[in-house]
């Protein structure tokens, strides 16, 4: 008798899952929003008053400059971690392609340039099941490295937690550990993208989806990756150098949003871990929330709760929404380079 009332709720819960899934999205989007908004509502008038100076706008272009910079070397990064599945590739191809397949991270979903990077890396000969694992990877290192620095930059945690939390995350990705996680990941999206490629194909009958890659071509490709995960490919030592390469790219990130503050206001030394520490805590939020394509809104929330008490509302505010617009012009940039790249490359053969 217990055991089937387990099993009904069970059903229940899965039930319940399935019809409240696709609206969760839009709870998080609307929350954020809705938070964002009431600070604004409260805090418009020191919004206003806010002046971008002309000495300013220097700040800004070396912000936008630094953020783009940031994007070609985490697209290094990513070659380091195709190499760890021994896979040998050229640190142009991988930075064209991460540069073009960034962009798509806007899409809604928010998983587009995760499966651009699949399907280039099988064109270009890569296997797929370590195309498929280097960009589950990539987030998770990336997310690691940004929990890292946020412990050890952000002061409202004690010692004692910041050295438990810094060993529990260096210990999480050891492969032994790291392994299971990420090929239970791999399991979890692919089975997930499939039913949704299926949703989307029974909606647009035989329309094309996409002008590159139709649902139909990424569901064949993801059953090709799909059959061959009895082939084991772990990580066989320790991602540090991966690891290493995503702390530098989160500093990167860091500084291009410290630039930004020091646009619209003077930022005294002794603040500047605090602000690192917020951004790297608000970075990490809005890369592992679901829901949040980019991690807008999710990201600009965050920043504006850790740093309010520290900083004025109007500053984080402006700061936030500034940085935004830097981000997204360094997406769109790098994703311009990357096609005006992959274009000389083609006049050259």
């Known amino acids: 008798m217990g055991k089937q009332h387990l099993h009904r709720v069970q059903n229940f819960l899965k039930i319940a899952k399935s019809h409240l899934k696709p609206y969760l999205r839009y709870l998080i989007l609307g929350g954020t929003f809705l938070f964002i908004a009431k600070a604004f509502l409260t805090h418009w008038r020191e919004v206003a008053n806010i002046q971008i100076r002309a000495e300013s706008f220097p700040l800004l ?15 290094w990064v990513w070659m380091l971690i195709l190499r760890e599945f021994r896979q040998p590739v050229t640190a142009a191809w991988a930075i064209q392609v991460f540069l073009k397949t960034n962009i798509a991270k806007y899409l809604p979903g928010n998983i587009w340039h995760f499966w651009g990077r699949i399907l280039e890396a099988k064109k270009a000969g890569i296997f797929p099941k ?29 010692w004692l937690l910041r050295l438990v939390g810094c060993a529990a995350i260096l210990t999480a990705i050891h492969p032994r550990i790291l392994n299971p996680i990420v090929l239970f990941v791999e399991r979890l999206k692919l089975s997930k993208n499939n039913g949704e490629n299926s949703k989307v ?76 520490g917020a951004f790297c805590f608000a970075f990490v939020v809005g890369l592992v929330v679901p829901g949040a ?38 997406d769109v940039s790098g994703a311009a380079l990357a096609k005006l790249d992959r274009q000389r490359d083609r006049h050259r053969k």
């Open 201 to 276: 194909e029974e909606a647009a009958g035989d329309r094309p989806i996409l002008r590159l890659e139709s649902s139909s071509n990424l569901a064949k490709k993801t059953s090709t990756v799909k059959s061959r995960r009895h082939i084991n490919l772990p990580l066989k030592r320790y991602p540090l150098v991966p690891l290493i390469g995503q702390m530098c790219f989160i500093g990167l990130r860091g500084c291009g949003f410290l630039l930004t503050v020091m646009a619209l206001t003077p930022v005294n030394f002794s603040n500047i871990p605090n602000l690192f």
């Open 61 to 75: 272009a070396i912000a936008l400059g630094v953020t783009l910079f940031s994007l070609i070397f985490v697209g």
């Open 293 to 330: 394509p980019g991690g807008m809104g999710v990201f600009e929330a965050t920043a504006i709760a850790l740093l309010s008490d520290r900083f004025s509302t109007g500053i984080i505010l402006s700061a936030v929404a500034l940085y935004r617009i830097i981000s997204i012009l360094a």
């Open 130 to 158: 370590a195309a498929t694992l280097s960009v589950l990877l990539e987030p998770l290192l990336m997310a690691s490295a940004g929990v890292l620095i946020g412990l050890i930059c952000f002061d409202q945690f004690n």
